[in-house]
Protein backbone atom coordinates (compact mmCIF):
# COMPACT_ATOMS: atom_id res chain seq x y z
CA UNK A 1 0.00 0.00 0.00
CA UNK A 2 1.18 3.33 -1.29
CA UNK A 3 -1.71 5.71 -0.28
CA UNK A 4 0.17 7.57 2.28
CA UNK A 5 3.24 8.45 0.53
CA UNK A 6 1.29 10.42 -2.32
CA UNK A 7 -0.09 13.55 -1.98
CA UNK A 8 -3.69 12.96 -1.78
CA UNK A 9 -5.74 16.61 -2.62
CA UNK A 10 -9.33 14.63 -2.44
CA UNK A 11 -9.84 12.38 1.02
CA UNK A 12 -10.65 8.91 -0.85
CA UNK A 13 -14.61 7.88 -0.22
CA UNK A 14 -15.76 11.83 0.87
CA UNK A 15 -18.71 11.33 -1.36
CA UNK A 16 -18.65 14.38 -3.80
CA UNK A 17 -21.81 17.13 -3.79
CA UNK A 18 -25.22 16.16 -5.64
CA UNK A 19 -25.04 16.48 -9.14
CA UNK A 20 -25.49 19.38 -10.77
CA UNK A 21 -27.37 18.25 -13.46
CA UNK A 22 -30.12 16.43 -13.81
CA UNK A 23 -30.87 13.17 -15.21
CA UNK A 24 -32.97 14.77 -17.90
CA UNK A 25 -31.02 17.64 -18.59
CA UNK A 26 -28.15 15.10 -18.99
CA UNK A 27 -30.24 12.80 -21.05
CA UNK A 28 -30.92 15.56 -23.19
CA UNK A 29 -27.29 16.96 -24.04
CA UNK A 30 -25.99 13.16 -23.84
CA UNK A 31 -28.42 13.08 -27.11
CA UNK A 32 -27.07 15.87 -28.51
CA UNK A 33 -23.63 14.93 -27.95
CA UNK A 34 -24.78 11.42 -29.98
CA UNK A 35 -25.63 13.04 -32.87
CA UNK A 36 -22.33 14.45 -33.43
CA UNK A 37 -20.79 11.05 -33.05
CA UNK A 38 -20.81 10.31 -36.72
CA UNK A 39 -17.70 11.49 -38.81
CA UNK A 40 -19.61 13.01 -41.58
CA UNK A 41 -21.73 15.09 -39.53
CA UNK A 42 -18.82 16.43 -37.56
CA UNK A 43 -17.50 17.32 -40.76
CA UNK A 44 -20.94 19.50 -41.94
CA UNK A 45 -20.90 21.14 -38.41
CA UNK A 46 -17.51 22.22 -39.16
CA UNK A 47 -18.34 23.25 -42.78
CA UNK A 48 -21.40 25.38 -41.44
CA UNK A 49 -19.83 26.74 -38.81
CA UNK A 50 -17.02 27.86 -41.05
CA UNK A 51 -19.58 29.31 -43.95
CA UNK A 52 -20.76 31.61 -41.53
CA UNK A 53 -23.99 32.35 -43.45
CA UNK A 54 -27.12 29.57 -44.39
CA UNK A 55 -26.34 27.06 -46.58
CA UNK A 56 -28.42 25.25 -49.01
CA UNK A 57 -27.91 21.52 -49.00
CA UNK A 58 -26.77 21.58 -52.59
CA UNK A 59 -23.65 23.54 -51.53
CA UNK A 60 -22.86 21.16 -49.03
CA UNK A 61 -23.12 17.69 -51.12
CA UNK A 62 -20.16 18.57 -52.91
CA UNK A 63 -17.55 19.22 -50.29
CA UNK A 64 -18.91 16.04 -48.64
CA UNK A 65 -18.60 13.44 -51.22
CA UNK A 66 -21.25 12.02 -50.07
CA UNK A 67 -24.87 11.90 -51.84
CA UNK A 68 -27.59 14.92 -51.58
CA UNK A 69 -29.98 12.39 -49.64
CA UNK A 70 -27.23 11.24 -47.66
CA UNK A 71 -26.23 14.80 -46.44
CA UNK A 72 -29.77 15.79 -46.10
CA UNK A 73 -30.65 12.71 -43.67
CA UNK A 74 -27.16 14.05 -41.84
CA UNK A 75 -28.59 17.87 -41.63
CA UNK A 76 -32.11 16.83 -40.38
CA UNK A 77 -30.83 14.79 -37.56
CA UNK A 78 -28.25 17.68 -36.30
CA UNK A 79 -31.38 20.05 -36.66
CA UNK A 80 -33.69 17.91 -34.67
CA UNK A 81 -30.41 17.14 -31.92
CA UNK A 82 -30.65 21.34 -31.82
CA UNK A 83 -27.34 22.19 -33.40
CA UNK A 84 -28.77 23.59 -36.63
CA UNK A 85 -31.02 26.04 -37.64
CA UNK A 86 -33.52 25.21 -40.63
CA UNK A 87 -35.10 28.01 -42.71
CA UNK A 88 -37.05 26.82 -46.05
CA UNK A 89 -36.42 29.42 -48.91
CA UNK A 90 -38.83 28.21 -52.08
CA UNK A 91 -37.61 24.75 -52.84
CA UNK A 92 -34.38 24.63 -50.82
CA UNK A 93 -33.86 24.49 -47.45
CA UNK A 94 -30.64 26.13 -45.84
CA UNK A 95 -29.02 25.36 -42.71
CA UNK A 96 -27.19 27.52 -39.99
CA UNK A 97 -25.44 26.78 -36.84
CA UNK A 98 -27.63 27.41 -34.28
CA UNK A 99 -26.55 29.76 -31.89
CA UNK A 100 -25.99 28.51 -28.24
CA UNK A 101 -25.69 25.18 -29.53
CA UNK A 102 -21.87 24.84 -28.11
CA UNK A 103 -22.68 27.12 -25.08
CA UNK A 104 -25.14 24.48 -24.22
CA UNK A 105 -22.51 21.24 -24.72
CA UNK A 106 -19.76 23.47 -22.78
CA UNK A 107 -21.67 23.86 -19.51
CA UNK A 108 -21.34 20.33 -19.05
CA UNK A 109 -17.38 21.13 -18.34
CA UNK A 110 -18.08 24.15 -16.31
CA UNK A 111 -17.71 24.66 -12.54
CA UNK A 112 -21.26 25.57 -11.39
CA UNK A 113 -22.32 24.46 -15.54
CA UNK A 114 -25.83 23.93 -15.11
CA UNK A 115 -28.22 24.70 -12.29
CA UNK B 1 -41.31 28.92 -57.02
CA UNK B 2 -40.73 31.68 -54.81
CA UNK B 3 -36.51 31.66 -54.56
CA UNK B 4 -36.93 35.20 -56.43
CA UNK B 5 -38.87 36.86 -53.53
CA UNK B 6 -36.79 35.55 -50.11
CA UNK B 7 -32.94 37.76 -49.96
CA UNK B 8 -30.43 34.88 -50.44
CA UNK B 9 -27.16 35.94 -48.82
CA UNK B 10 -25.76 32.79 -50.52
CA UNK B 11 -25.92 31.88 -54.10
CA UNK B 12 -27.44 28.61 -54.69
CA UNK B 13 -25.41 25.58 -55.61
CA UNK B 14 -22.12 27.57 -55.04
CA UNK B 15 -19.95 24.87 -53.58
CA UNK B 16 -18.15 25.77 -50.32
CA UNK B 17 -14.74 26.27 -49.95
CA UNK B 18 -13.32 22.53 -49.46
CA UNK B 19 -13.51 21.25 -45.84
CA UNK B 20 -11.30 22.52 -43.09
CA UNK B 21 -11.29 19.52 -41.42
CA UNK B 22 -9.81 15.97 -42.63
CA UNK B 23 -11.56 12.77 -42.51
CA UNK B 24 -8.91 11.08 -39.97
CA UNK B 25 -10.30 14.48 -37.69
CA UNK B 26 -13.28 14.36 -38.24
CA UNK B 27 -13.76 10.67 -37.24
CA UNK B 28 -11.33 11.13 -34.00
CA UNK B 29 -13.75 14.09 -32.85
CA UNK B 30 -16.39 12.20 -34.00
CA UNK B 31 -15.53 8.90 -31.38
CA UNK B 32 -14.99 11.66 -28.43
CA UNK B 33 -19.00 13.37 -28.87
CA UNK B 34 -19.67 9.60 -29.63
CA UNK B 35 -18.16 8.97 -25.99
CA UNK B 36 -20.57 11.42 -24.39
CA UNK B 37 -23.51 10.47 -26.02
CA UNK B 38 -25.02 8.75 -23.11
CA UNK B 39 -26.34 10.44 -19.83
CA UNK B 40 -24.36 8.25 -17.52
CA UNK B 41 -20.78 9.91 -18.74
CA UNK B 42 -22.47 13.37 -19.47
CA UNK B 43 -22.99 13.48 -15.69
CA UNK B 44 -19.84 12.01 -14.53
CA UNK B 45 -18.14 14.44 -16.76
CA UNK B 46 -19.85 17.44 -15.52
CA UNK B 47 -19.49 15.61 -11.78
CA UNK B 48 -15.47 15.90 -12.31
CA UNK B 49 -16.13 19.35 -14.13
CA UNK B 50 -17.65 20.72 -11.06
CA UNK B 51 -14.98 19.24 -8.70
CA UNK B 52 -12.30 20.90 -10.12
CA UNK B 53 -9.73 17.92 -8.42
CA UNK B 54 -8.64 14.51 -9.20
CA UNK B 55 -11.69 12.12 -8.09
CA UNK B 56 -11.53 8.87 -6.84
CA UNK B 57 -13.93 6.07 -8.01
CA UNK B 58 -15.52 5.49 -5.03
CA UNK B 59 -16.68 9.14 -4.53
CA UNK B 60 -18.03 9.15 -7.68
CA UNK B 61 -20.32 5.97 -7.38
CA UNK B 62 -22.81 7.35 -4.87
CA UNK B 63 -23.37 10.91 -6.56
CA UNK B 64 -24.74 8.77 -9.68
CA UNK B 65 -26.41 6.05 -8.23
CA UNK B 66 -24.51 3.48 -10.24
CA UNK B 67 -22.44 0.61 -9.34
CA UNK B 68 -19.07 1.01 -8.88
CA UNK B 69 -17.85 -1.44 -11.84
CA UNK B 70 -20.08 0.71 -14.21
CA UNK B 71 -18.78 3.61 -13.16
CA UNK B 72 -15.63 2.28 -14.29
CA UNK B 73 -16.12 1.01 -17.42
CA UNK B 74 -17.76 4.83 -18.16
CA UNK B 75 -14.54 6.08 -16.43
CA UNK B 76 -12.40 3.90 -18.53
CA UNK B 77 -14.25 4.89 -21.96
CA UNK B 78 -14.09 8.64 -21.04
CA UNK B 79 -10.17 7.66 -20.22
CA UNK B 80 -9.78 6.24 -23.78
CA UNK B 81 -11.60 8.79 -26.00
CA UNK B 82 -8.85 11.69 -24.40
CA UNK B 83 -11.71 13.15 -22.13
CA UNK B 84 -10.51 12.12 -18.54
CA UNK B 85 -6.74 12.14 -17.41
CA UNK B 86 -6.21 8.62 -14.96
CA UNK B 87 -3.99 8.51 -12.19
CA UNK B 88 -3.11 5.33 -10.17
CA UNK B 89 -3.13 6.23 -6.14
CA UNK B 90 -1.73 3.05 -4.20
CA UNK B 91 -5.02 0.97 -4.64
CA UNK B 92 -7.29 3.90 -6.25
CA UNK B 93 -7.83 5.46 -9.78
CA UNK B 94 -8.58 9.09 -9.51
CA UNK B 95 -9.62 11.18 -12.61
CA UNK B 96 -9.41 14.88 -13.34
CA UNK B 97 -10.60 16.42 -16.83
CA UNK B 98 -7.88 16.35 -19.62
CA UNK B 99 -6.74 19.76 -20.02
CA UNK B 100 -8.29 21.10 -23.18
CA UNK B 101 -10.57 18.43 -23.94
CA UNK B 102 -13.68 20.96 -24.24
CA UNK B 103 -10.80 23.28 -26.42
CA UNK B 104 -10.56 20.30 -29.18
CA UNK B 105 -14.21 19.89 -29.37
CA UNK B 106 -14.80 23.57 -29.61
CA UNK B 107 -13.06 23.54 -32.57
CA UNK B 108 -15.65 22.03 -34.66
CA UNK B 109 -17.70 24.74 -33.88
CA UNK B 110 -15.06 27.78 -34.73
CA UNK B 111 -14.31 29.51 -38.13
CA UNK B 112 -11.00 28.44 -39.05
CA UNK B 113 -11.82 25.11 -36.83
CA UNK B 114 -9.05 22.94 -37.74
CA UNK B 115 -5.79 23.13 -40.01
Chains 1, 2 share one sequence.
Do not use: Y
Not at 24 to 45: C, H, M, N, Q, Y
Amino acid sequence: MTIGSVQAPAACCTPLAAPRMSETEAATTASVFKALGDPARVRIVNLLANAGHPVCVCDITPSTGLSQPTVSHHLKRLTAAGLLRREQRGIWAFHTIEPGALERLRTVFETGGTR
